[in-house]
């Protein structure tokens, strides 16, 4: 008896790894450069510490905020259609049955066929075929506000960990130099994971992060020295 064959498909990865590829970064970017923003206005590296750690917890916290808002709000709408779709279907059968084979029409079926499929799918579930078919809405895309919060808390909590880590070490007259390498190359290695996983270039996806990357430590440093105190 042949093996059933499952096939992976990158899409299944796609709601933890946007969660967790953009905390990791943002944890990154945003701790490295305030520290560097702080250095740069000629702050203690006491100073810098804590303006590291502060960033480490509100960011996490903030993180997770506001994933949680934000895909709770796409939980809510999809919710909000298939209730629409759940009335539309006890109100108008048929009506329902002749949408869902005009689309299957429009996606190049015959129109008996369409209709076949149609009749088959929504015999089986109809509110699901409706929901994958007509509003897009899927198991495996479906909004998890829990599973993205505590994904983008966590991944940005290791990705500031890291520069922050990297300021702790360092000497206090190489701390800006040894910090903006060390996140740069953090950055490169994640853009290039990130593009790994989702099947995309890996030289792409770690000169993209690179690139904003420097330019917010650049700007954010500039700042820094621009407005900061005079010894």
Not at 30 to 56: D, N, W
Request: no cysteine; hydrophobic share 55%; aromatic share 4%.
């Amino acid at each position: 008896m042949a093996r059933r064959h499952k096939e992976q498909h990158r899409t299944e990865r796609v709601g933890w790894l946007r969660a967790a590829v953009l905390g990791a970064n943002d944890g990154i970017l945003s701790t490295s450069s305030l520290v560097l923003g702080v250095a740069a206005a000629q702050g203690t590296h006491r100073s810098v510490m804590v303006a590291g750690i502060a960033a480490l917890f509100a960011g996490a916290m903030s993180m997770a905020a506001g994933e949680y808002v934000s895909v709770h709000s796409q939980a809510d709408t999809e919710a909000a259609d298939l209730a629409i779709e759940r009335r539309e279907l006890k109100e108008d059968d048929l009506g329902e049955h002749k949408e869902l084979a005009g689309i299957y029409v429009a996606r190049g079926l015959d129109p008996s066929l369409a209709k076949q499929v149609a009749q088959q799918l929504m015999a089986h579930d109809a509110l699901d075929a409706h929901a994958r078919d007509e509003l897009g809405i899927s198991t495996t895309l479906a909004a998890r506000p829990i599973q993205a919060a505590l994904s983008s808390a966590a991944s940005f909590t290791v990705g500031a960990a890291l520069p922050l880590v990297a300021a702790i070490v360092a000497p206090q007259t190489l701390l800006i130099p040894i910090v903006a390498v060390s996140s740069l190359l953090f950055l490169a290695v994640l853009g290039a994971w990130a593009a790994s996983a989702g099947g995309a270039s890996l030289i792409k996806g770690a000169l993209r992060v690179t690139f904003w990357g420097a330019l917010a430590m650049i700007v954010t440093a500039g700042a820094g020295a621009l407005f900061g105190a005079t010894p």
